[in-house]
């Protein structure tokens, strides 16, 4: 059986917190392992913050779900929707493209925060971040504008923590 909900809003900051803590609450209510539950927070909240960014119509769609897994665990996935840019668009395509490079998610994430050192405004460090320290297995697919990321993992089941 999956357990799921999507959400869409206008972009906003304060909705932001709002959201990240509907969503932590979501995560204790359905996974019983703490570190599992800081690490799809952790990321469900790096990306949320991305889409909102970078949304160019005020829409972002937020859906998370929680499906069966073999042997009893549980494959969470998030994905984020949003409207982008060209430039945007291309600047995460780069970004894909790198991930590609680096099978190692931290090797790529060192790179990433060598960069980021560097940058003037904002650090890069999002999507990068979201798979090295959430663990998560990601994937981008572009319609014209539209953005999708989605960000996918494993827990343990139930009663494992």
Excluded: W
């Excluded at 291309?90 to 560097?118: I, N, T």
């Excluded at 405004?121 to 990068?128: A, K, Q, R």
């Excluded at 320290?133 to 993992?153: F, H, K, N, Q, Y």
């Amino acid at each position: 059986m999956t357990t799921a909900f999507e959400l869409q809003f206008r972009p906003s900051a304060a909705l932001i917190q709002v959201v990240r803590r509907f969503v932590s609450d979501f995560y204790v209510g359905v996974l019983d392992d703490p570190d599992a539950v800081a690490r799809v927070a952790l990321a469900t909240h790096e990306l949320l913050e991305n889409a909102v960014k970078y949304s160019m119509d005020g829409t972002t769609e937020l859906s998370i779900d929680v499906e069966p897994g073999p042997e009893g665990t549980r494959e969470i996935a998030i994905r984020l929707r949003n409207r982008a840019a060209t430039c945007d668009i291309e600047a995460l395509r780069g970004l894909f493209e790198e991930m590609e490079r680096f099978p190692d998610p931290c090797a790529q994430y060192q790179v990433a925060m060598e960069r980021g050192a560097r940058r003037r405004t904002g650090s890069g460090l999002g999507i990068v971040r979201v798979r090295a320290e959430g663990e998560m297995r990601m994937r981008c697919s572009v319609e014209g504008d539209r953005v999708l990321i989605e960000a996918r993992t494993q827990v343990g089941p139930r009663g494992q923590a």
